[in-house]
């Protein structure tokens, strides 16, 4: 199998649905796994952890799952419309290729979870003054950039998978019933999943991925001065 550069995986790692049943052979996922973890880990911690799904019972389990998850995320999307850079054409064929997510994805060979091992912040006292004083804020940031140590390998993942031939996209729906993934997969109290992703050979074709112009979504500088590189 012919690697692929990277910018070229960049330009081309589509979000790829449709997957064929064929079995990935183990050493491709340890190779998918391996990039995950060369990705950043704040302050290097590298309590990240990977299930990888493969018993057919368990992906189904899991798939119900995200299909009640996904019912109700449909019901948003309906809600909110069509984005505005999407013609009526692009945003049908979106929502058809979720919606057979939602309906297949238990069918896929692989099932990847990453997740995350909570780290616990240091007692109040046992910090200084100034820092305990903002304790409550410092517990809101923590929160709120969890996912930063590991969406980083989450990117690293779907770029292995385009390199080595394999179709894969993020879906986060299933967090919305966050307790009953974490029953199936018999996760400690501290471990918790921050995405859920469906690997196989694709049935779609790689890229090119559309995109918005660099010129309509950078600023130079501050908000509203566009950036002119």
């Not at 013609?87 to 309906?103: H, I, K, P, V």
Request: proline residues 7%.
């Amino acid at each position: 199998m012919t690697e692929v550069g990277l910018f070229e995986a960049m330009y081309t790692a589509r979000a790829l649905r449709r997957l064929k049943p064929d079995p990935v052979p183990d050493e491709l996922i340890t190779r998918v796994l391996d990039a995950a973890i060369r990705a950043p880990s704040g302050g290097n911690a590298q309590n990240w952890v990977f299930i990888v799904v493969r018993d057919e019972a368990q992906r189904h389990r899991l798939g119900a799952v995200y299909r009640k998850a996904s019912d109700e995320v449909a019901e948003i999307y309906a809600a909110r419309g069509r984005p505005a850079h999407l013609t009526d054409e692009q945003y049908q064929r979106l929502m058809a290729g979720g919606s057979y997510l939602w309906d297949h994805i238990g069918d896929a060979p692989v099932l990847l979870l990453p997740c995350l091992r909570k780290r616990e912040m240091p007692p109040r006292d046992a910090l200084p003054d100034e820092v305990a004083a903002r304790y409550d804020a410092h517990l809101i940031h923590q929160e709120k950039i969890r996912g930063s140590s590991i969406y980083p390998a989450v990117q690293n993942i779907i770029l292995a998978c385009r390199a080595l031939g394999l179709g894969t996209l993020i879906t986060t729906n299933h967090i919305l019933y966050e307790d009953e993934v974490r029953a199936i997969l018999r996760l400690p109290d501290d471990v918790f999943t921050f995405a859920l992703m469906p690997i196989g050979y694709p049935l779609g074709r790689y890229g090119p991925v559309a995109r918005r112009p660099v010129s309509e979504v950078a600023f130079a500088d501050r908000w509203g001065d566009r950036w002119s590189g």
